[in-house]
């Protein structure tokens, strides 16, 4: 949560502004935030998908991944569980924020972890853009 916490400030920047979905990864290194491709149906693309193996490889693993639902909410849709964890096991072992905009405004995120053994992720922390705009 900590890490979502610190890098809010980039996710925003990387999400505000856009239309469509995005998705990416938080890191400890800088970058803090990596945006990554995805295709028309919203899945990540193969050279994403490459780019997190090598970052995971070199000993910069992401933190959490995260992706956006324009105009909505800052929780995880059945679709999301369903890429996540196919089979009922999750592909991956980090979190992933789910960041809702409004009007191309990031505005609400909501941190989701998938526990060992659980059969289904949890909300373990929650965002909310500020007034202040942070």
């Known amino acids: 949560m ?4 610190i890098a809010w ?3 925003v920047r990387a999400v ?6 995005v998705a990416g990864w938080i890191a400890a290194a800088a970058p803090p935030v990596t945006r990554v491709a995805l ?5 990540w693309t193969d050279a994403a998908l490459l780019a997190l193996v090598a970052a995971t490889r070199a000993g910069r693993p992401p933190l959490a991944l995260f992706h956006s639902h324009p105009d909505g909410r800052a929780s995880l849709s059945a679709a999301d ?7 009922g ?7 992933m924020l789910v960041v809702a905009t409004r009007d191309r405004r990031a505005t609400a995120a909501a941190l989701f972890a998938w526990p060992v053994a659980a059969p289904a992720p949890r909300a373990v922390a929650r965002l ?3 007034a202040d705009d942070r």
Not at 2 to 5: K, M
Not at 16 to 21: P, V
């Open 89 to 95: 096991t999750p592909r991956w072992p980090w979190p």
């Open 2 to 5: 900590i890490a979502a916490a």
């Open 9 to 11: 400030p980039a996710i």
């Open 128 to 130: 909310r853009r500020g």
């Open 81 to 87: 569980v369903a890429a996540w964890a196919p089979t």
């Open 39 to 43: 295709t028309a149906a919203g899945a």
């Open 16 to 21: 505000d502004g856009e239309a469509d979905e």
